[in-house]
């Protein structure tokens, strides 16, 4: 049965789940900014993701964006908020205010609304929330989808996790399986808190895992060893595998900072040294890398591309933030070449349209993510990118 769905937010998030939910249902996005409501209905996905925006350009689809909720005239089966929650590092927690903005107006129109929150929060936020509204129907359903390729990850989910065991749990778990290309993703049914703390724990883990092979290669750099030899030789073990193990400046985006952070302030008292290492391995990764870059003692260092990944357009809390304004302290002119940022002003460094010029006047080329534009200049180029690859 087709049913109506509604979701708050035009990120990654909300633009891949109302694409693959939208293939039998009735889809309407809910976005602020009225940019991205005009790009939306004209045909272009506000995001970087190839295989959504040929998907949503070659198939005829229920769905539209709106930037008010006083438009939306049907009777909405289900709410999904894809809301993003920036993380305080003042109290440790996610900003929730724009959830909770969202749900007082949900509420207000129609009080047995079923809401689905599939923005990261704070562990305990979804039962908060509840008692807060006197409801059930609001429960936790985490994403776990990567930038650039989002649209695929949620038509090919790994896992779906419900934090609710009741009907609407189960009748939006069969929403998502009814849009999944993949027929055979578990399904599981735990708590809110429960769900909350598997968003957070397989992020901590990830980056775990980013910060394992960046601290391997910072140990070969010292040594003199070579760095993809030993990443080869430990991935071919089964029980480490050949992914998520390619050397870069520190993990960034989205996601893996600010949930390693969360999750770690929420340990509160309870005994760890891991979450920690976690947190803290990331910055000794950038220092490392500083002091290697001002060894070389270039006057100008040239920045190509902020983005963490290849085919992604984020450059939240990217690690190369972080070493730009160390460099920059320590006396160095800093400029950028990227596509994705306006080319008149970036965080106050100076920007280049024209790569060549950009290229000319760099001593030094910091690239996260290599690309087959830098090849030829692969003697200016300083990266710790071993493998070409993200995964």
């Known amino acids: 049965m087709k049913l109506n769905i509604c979701i708050f937010g035009m990120g990654y998030v909300g633009c891949a789940n109302g694409l693959a939910l939208a293939q039998h249902n009735s889809v309407i996005l809910v976005d602020k900014l009225q940019s991205k409501v005009d790009r939306f209905n004209d045909g272009d996905l506000p995001i970087e993701d190839i295989e959504g925006s040929t998907f949503f350009k070659k198939n005829k689809l229920d769905i539209k964006a709106v930037n008010n909720f006083d438009l939306i005239k049907n009777n909405i089966d289900y709410f999904i908020l894809a809301l993003p929650t920036d993380f305080d590092p003042n109290n440790s927690s996610y900003h929730t205010d724009a959830i909770e903005s969202v749900l007082s107006l949900i509420f207000q129109k129609d009080k047995n609304a079923k809401v689905v929150i599939k923005s990261t929060v704070n562990i305990g936020f979804t039962s908060a929330m509840r008692e807060k509204f006197q409801t059930k129907n609001i429960f936790f359903s985490p994403e776990f989808l990567r930038e650039g390729s989002a649209f695929h990850d949620s038509l090919h989910p790994t896992r779906i996790i419900i934090g609710d065991r009741g009907q609407s749990a189960k009748e939006f778990s069969n929403l998502l399986l009814n849009a999944s290309h993949n027929k055979t993703p578990n399904v599981l ?22 910060a394992f092979f960046n601290e391997l290669d910072t140990f070969c750099l010292s040594k003199k060893i070579d760095t993809s030899d030993v990443v080869k030789g430990i991935s071919m073990d089964p029980r480490i595998g050949m ?64 983005s963490m990944k290849s085919g992604s357009d984020n450059s939240r809390d990217a690690a190369v933030l972080d070493i730009m304004d ?24 100076k920007t280049h349209e024209d790569f060549l010029i950009f290229i000319e006047q760099a001593d030094l080329i910091l690239a996260n993510r290599l690309s087959e534009q830098l090849k030829p200049f692969k003697d200016k180029i300083f990266s710790r990118d071993i493998f070409n690859s993200d995964l």
């Open 326 to 349: 160390k460099l920059s302290a320590s006396g160095i002119e800093i400029i950028i070449f990227d596509k994705n940022i306006n080319h008149q002003s970036s965080l106050g460094y």
């Open 189 to 210: 049914y735990m708590s809110s808190e429960s769900a909350e703390s598997v968003k957070l724990f397989s992020n901590a883990y990830l980056a775990m895992r980013v």
């Open 243 to 306: 992914f998520y193990n390619n050397p870069s400046f520190g993990y960034g985006g989205y996601c893996l900072p600010k949930d390693s952070k969360q999750l770690l302030s929420s340990f509160e008292e309870i005994p760890q040294e891991l979450m920690n290492a976690i947190v803290e391995s990331n910055n000794t990764r950038k220092n490392f890398l500083i002091t290697k870059i001002l060894e070389m003692s270039p006057k100008i260092v040239g920045i190509y591309e902020l």
